[in-house]
Structures are given as structure tokens and as C-alpha cells.
T-cell receptor, first 114, second 111 residues
Framework: DADVTQTPRNRITKTGKRIMLECSQT?????MYWYRQDPGLGLRLIYY???????NKGEISDGYSVSRQAQAKFSLSLESAIPNQTALYFC?????????????FGEGSRLTVL | QKEVEQNSGPLSVPEGAIASLNCTYS??????FFWYRQYSGKSPELIMS????GDKEDGRFTAQLNKASQYVSLLIRDSQPSDSATYLC???????????FGKGTTLSVSS
């Protein structure tokens, strides 16, 4: 089983729908991240969390919200999905400050908004 | 706006050659630098990290860092077709609290 698990792996939805992408990890890491990847734009940071009580905005947080339900769970929500949120979304984890750039990625969630 | 710049490629090299991948970054406060490899349809995986000026070698991979020039590079010696992938440069910003990625360079190694 994967150490960082994302659900769903693929989702097609319509404009205006609420979508939640879930991430769970068994690595025991405190730090969790959500990135989106678009062709030609690379990976961009949406939100990150250093522990259950610490949530931070990344480069492109508008239109997204997150919830850190437990050390092992970090969810990304799109309250009202729009077509330009069509992308591949990655959850990632890392250890403490000394290793925070060493990310472990989930397999990705491909979201299509029609 | 903190930026990490990479040539998108594709960079094409023959099998056995040296592949050289380059990256520049804008945040002079960046302290940690990483190279990730991403195969088509897969998630990124860390292959190298470097924290101080100079070279760091790991097998066929060498990372080079020059903080004064704000420049990071990755050399792949004896390139193999299995090295064909997109290579992402990543840099810590915001006093080390976040990791910003470049857009990636696609490497193609022909046999």
C-alpha cells in the first residue's frame, strides 16, 4: 500500500459543484501539502500544514480551502469548482524542519471540471 | 514573487552521454535545493538535495550549487534511456517554510 494515499484518483465534475480531495498518510510525518500541476506551469503550492493547528496559504490558495482533520489526514476542498481548476492535484508529506524539502508525494488526483 | 526558472526542453542526449540540467532561482534567502524526477503519468520523487555551495555526488548524479549566482544544476553521467523523465528543480522560500518548484526540464535519452 502507498504511504501517501489520495482519493479519488480521478474525478469529473461540473462547474459549481463542491469537490473534496482527500489525503491520508502512514509515514508519521507532521507536514502535509497540496500542490496542483498543470502542463507548462509545473507544480504550484496551494496550502500547507505543519501540524493539526497550523494551516498556511501557498502560491495559489484562492478558490480552495483545506482541513487538517488529524496528523495523518489533510483534505482539499473546492467550494464551487470552475473549469480552470481542472488539473492534477498532488498531496505530499515531509518530516520536520530539517527535512522539509524532502517531499513524499501521493499518486495524484486528476480533476476535470466541465 | 519567488521564482524558479528551468529550460523546458526537451533536452535530448544519446545513451552514455552526460546530461546537464540547469536551474536559477530568485530568492537570495533560499537555503535548500532539490531535484525531483517525474516519469510520465507518475508522481515526483526526490533524487538529490544540496544545501551548501559546491558539488554533491550520488552515483551517476551530481548536484552543483552556486548561491552567489543563484544557480543549481544536475549532471547525469552515463545517461540511460531509463533516465528519460521530467526533472523538477525545487527551492525553499519564506524562511524555509515552503518549497517552490520550477516548471521542469524534459530529458530524453536515446539508445
Amino acid at each position: 500500500d502507498a504511504d501517501v494515499t489520495q482519493t479519488p484518483r480521478n474525478r469529473i465534475t461540473k462547474t459549481g459543484k463542491r469537490i473534496m480531495l482527500e489525503c491520508s498518510q502512514t509515514k508519521g510525518h507532521d507536514r502535509m501539502y497540496w500542490y496542483r500541476q498543470d502542463p507548462g506551469l509545473g507544480l504550484r503550492l496551494i496550502y500547507y500544514s505543519f501540524d493539526v493547528k497550523d494551516i498556511n496559504k501557498g502560491e495559489i490558495s484562492d478558490g480552495y480551502s483545506v482541513s487538517r482533520q488529524a496528523q495523518a489526514k489533510f483534505s482539499l476542498s473546492l467550494e464551487s469548482a470552475i473549469p480552470n481548476q481542472t488539473a492534477l492535484y498532488f498531496c505530499a508529506t515531509s518530516r520536520d524542519r530539517g527535512h522539509h524539502g524532502e517531499l513524499f508525494f501521493g499518486e495524484g488526483s486528476r480533476l476535470t471540471v466541465l | 514573487q519567488k521564482e524558479v526558472e528551468q529550460n523546458s526542453g526537451p533536452l535530448s542526449v544519446p545513451e552514455g552521454a552526460i546530461a546537464s540540467l540547469n536551474c536559477t532561482y530568485s530568492d537570495r534567502g533560499s537555503q535548500s535545493f532539490f531535484w525531483y524526477r517525474q516519469y510520465s503519468g507518475k508522481s515526483p520523487e526526490l533524487i538529490m538535495s544540496i544545501y551548501s555551495n559546491g558539488d554533491k555526488e550520488d552515483g551517476r548524479f551530481t548536484a552543483q550549487l552556486n548561491k552567489a549566482s543563484q544557480y543549481v544544476s544536475l549532471l547525469i553521467r552515463d545517461s540511460q534511456p531509463s533516465d528519460s523523465a521530467t526533472y523538477l528543480c525545487a527551492v525553499t522560500v519564506q524562511a524555509g517554510t515552503a518549497l517552490i518548484f520550477g516548471k521542469g526540464t524534459t530529458l530524453s535519452v536515446s539508445s
